[in-house]
């Protein structure tokens, strides 16, 4: 494991808009997470403007929101990230939700992922309970890409991106941590105060399903990029 400091998150921002842009403008697959902590590094990017040949996929997505509802992932995949960075269509792999039934959109879009040659590079945020993309504690690292339930925890965390915790869906598609662990690099970027105390967990804590990231601390590939806020509490 690699930890990159950064003063604040602007800078983590810059710093990782422009690994990424190099890694795009080759070939592989380049999976996108989503979050808050995604935003400025995606409108760091956009000001790059990379050419993009490398395939893009998604971490994770909400059940039960189409790909032209403003608050699914897919939505601001599209419009925040691959449609300014004009990425060719048939780069762009995003599960079949509106063709398919969750469990077989799940298993086709690993399927594909597979064809693809598996990651050569996963973004991945932090949940505040440890979580990646959607494996919630109690996830291990024998599981792909399926269908989960969505913890109370981290549906009251995105309710802001919903009217009320009601409208908040409760399943989910989320790659999973053995597809995770077969990519070539994971980068996990964490920033802010909110996030010290489960990062120290995470990176210095026991490996263990109740916090999912700590499974994927050793992998060899992976790189921590964080921000002074959030690295404050590690040894
Ligand atoms: C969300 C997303 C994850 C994201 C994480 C952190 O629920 N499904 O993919 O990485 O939680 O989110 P944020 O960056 O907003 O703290």
């Known amino acids: 494991m690699k930890i990159k400091r950064f003063q604040d998150s602007a800078t983590l921002a810059q710093a990782v808009a422009r690994e990424l842009a190099t890694r795009l403008s080759s070939t592989g697959s380049i999976g996108f997470a989503t979050g808050r ?40 995949l599209q419009t925040r990230v691959f449609k300014p960075l004009q990425v060719p269509p048939a780069q762009i792999h995003l599960p079949q939700l509106e ?31 440890g979580h990646l993309g959607l494996n919630e504690p109690g996830s291990t690292l024998s599981e792909r890409t399926r269908i989960v339930k969505i913890a109370e925890k981290t549906r009251v965390s995105n309710q802001s991106f919903f009217g009320s915790l009601s409208e908040v869906p409760t399943h989910a598609l989320t790659l999973g941590l053995a597809t995770l662990n077969d990519a070539q690099e994971l980068w996990l970027i964490v920033s802010g105060a909110a996030k010290a ?19 994927l601390r050793d992998h060899p590939g992976l790189i921590v990029f964080v921000d002074e806020a959030a690295a404050s509490r590690l040894r």
């Not at 000001?47 to 039960?64: I, K």
């Not at 105390?197 to 499974?215: D, F, H, K």
């Open 99 to 129: 063709v398919l039934a969750p469990e077989a959109a799940a298993l086709a879009y690993e399927v594909e992922l597979q064809r693809f040659g598996g990651l050569r590079l996963q973004l991945l945020g932090l949940g505040l309970n």
């Open 37 to 76: 902590t995604m935003d400025p590094i995606y409108e760091a990017l956009l000001e790059l403007a990379p050419r993009v040949s490398a395939q893009v996929w998604m971490l994770d997505e909400y059940l039960g929101l189409s790909a032209e509802d403003q608050r699914s992932y897919r939505y601001y």
């Open 197 to 215: 105390e489960i990062l120290q967990e995470v990176l210095e804590g026991p490996v263990t399903s109740r916090v999912p990231a700590s499974l």
